[in-house]
């Protein structure tokens, strides 16, 4: 679990159900999107495929919208679907391509870091078959405020 994202966040109530959901997520079973605000000029569309942490690590991306900034230069609404669940995946992967989260304190950029806004990342929605009742589950969370004041299109 990253703190900082804002978002939807799946949590089991029984030890049964943790472990059922436990398994989606290992399985691949849980189809997750993202959004972040991203810093500078990048691709349209996008896979990252870096390890992390020695391990196969995959993220892909597009850009929905991007307007210019005075002290960012460029500011993009990157839409993520992670392929894989590592630890800080998406933070690592977006830095790593040179394209930091904005408010990202521990992988961004020293001079570029926003100061009491928080991280710009979140977790969008979750897509997955309940494990007990064979449902479709669809959850989703709108975008922040934040990512409004930013964005026209959203």
């Known amino acids: 679990m ?3 994202t804002t978002g939807i966040l ?8 943790i472990r059922a959901l436990n398994a989606l997520f290992k399985d ?3 189809q997750k999107t ?7 000029e990048m691709d349209l569309k996008g896979k990252i495929t870096s390890t992390i942490d020695g391990k196969k690590a995959q993220s892909n991306y597009t850009v929905n919208e991007s307007v210019s900034s005075r002290k960012f230069g460029q500011l993009n ?3 993520l679907n992670p392929e894989t669940g590592r630890t800080h995946q998406l933070r690592k992967h977006l830095s790593t391509i040179g394209n930091p989260i904005l408010g990202d304190r521990e992988y961004g950029i020293e001079n570029l870091i926003v100061k009491g806004k928080g991280l710009y990342l979140h ?3 979750l897509e997955f078959i309940h494990p007990f009742t ?3 589950v669809y959850l989703k ?3 922040p405020q934040k990512f409004k004041k930013i964005f026209s299109q959203i």
């Open 77 to 79: 609404l990157v839409h």
């Open 123 to 125: 977790a969008y929605s």
């Open 10 to 17: 799946l949590a089991g109530k029984t030890s049964s159900s």
């Open 141 to 143: 969370d709108g975008l």
């Open 134 to 136: 064979n449902e479709k």
């Open 2 to 4: 990253d703190y900082p």
């Open 34 to 40: 993202y959004y972040a605000v991203t810093i500078g």
């Open 28 to 30: 691949k079973k849980i």
